[in-house]
């Protein structure tokens, strides 16, 4: 079965530096999302990518973040200068198209020390 | 601003009961809800989802009910297993037929099935 992959599992890294975390979507979906879970808290929505833009933000993505696709098949997150407050679990997902559900990776956790 | 609400931190049941899960909304134009099943260190897996024209949407031992009027859905699991044991995320996005819509999550409900 298809799945969406995120590469690395596990990122530490010191505050202030950049992170770029990596997501493979499903191949033939065409929106790509990122989320994140702050432990104990709720999964929160980042940002939606569709046609080579961004097509929704929230709040929580401002100028620190970026998203690319670089290519045929991958989708990153960049954190410009990482804070203490950037440390959760971040996931990335896919869909087929508008009203159709988004498949989730199981997340990259980003620990910022 | 709680947009989605799961009121329900926990719920324990029997194995072979039925499980019901609850999920309020706020956000009136939110018109596509969907149900998301977490374990520890893995990411939501999608359960089942019901658009804002229906009321009921039925999947194997899933079943979603959708009251717009109270803003309520609720997802019930018959028989419930052990296996369904997991944090249980209630979403809803507004925009259906839109491209790329956001998915507001409820803080999720932990389900623990007793064998």
């Known amino acids: 079965e298809p799945e969406v992959t995120q590469t690395p599992s596990h990122q530490v890294t010191q505050m202030g530096q950049e992170v770029i975390l990596r997501c493979v979507p499903i191949s033939n979906h065409l929106y790509f999302y990122w989320y994140r879970q702050i432990l104990g808290q709720k999964v929160e929505f980042l940002v939606s990518?569709?046609?080579?833009?961004?097509?929704?933000k929230s709040e929580i993505f401002d100028d620190q973040f970026s998203v690319e696709r670089p290519d045929g098949s991958n989708f990153t997150l960049k954190i410009r200068s990482t804070k203490l407050e950037d440390s959760a679990m971040y996931f990335c997902?896919?869909?087929?198209?508008?009203?159709?559900?988004?498949?989730f990776g199981q997340g990259t956790r980003l620990t910022v020390v | 601003d709680q947009q989605v609400k799961q009121n329900s931190p926990s719920l324990s049941v029997q194995e072979g009961r039925i499980s019901i899960l609850n999920c309020d909304y706020t956000?009136?134009?939110?018109?596509?809800f969907l149900w998301y099943k977490k374990y520890p260190a893995e990411g939501p897996t999608f359960l089942i989802s019901?658009?804002?024209?229906?009321d009921k949407n039925e999947d194997g031992r899933f079943t979603v009910f959708l009251n717009k009027s109270a803003k309520h859905l609720s997802l019930h699991i018959v028989p419930s297993q052990p296996g369904d044991s997991a944090v249980y995320f209630c979403?809803?996005?507004?925009?259906?037929?839109?491209?790329?819509?956001?998915?507001?999550f409820g803080v999720g409900t932990r389900l623990l099935v007793k064998p």
């Open positions: 019901i658009s804002s024209i229906k």
């Open positions: 997902a896919s869909s087929e198209g508008p009203g159709t559900e988004a498949f």
């Open positions: 990518f569709y046609n080579n833009e961004i097509s929704e």
């Open positions: 956000n009136s134009m939110f018109d596509y």
């Open positions: 979403a809803a996005s507004h925009g259906f037929n839109n491209a790329g819509k956001m998915l507001t």
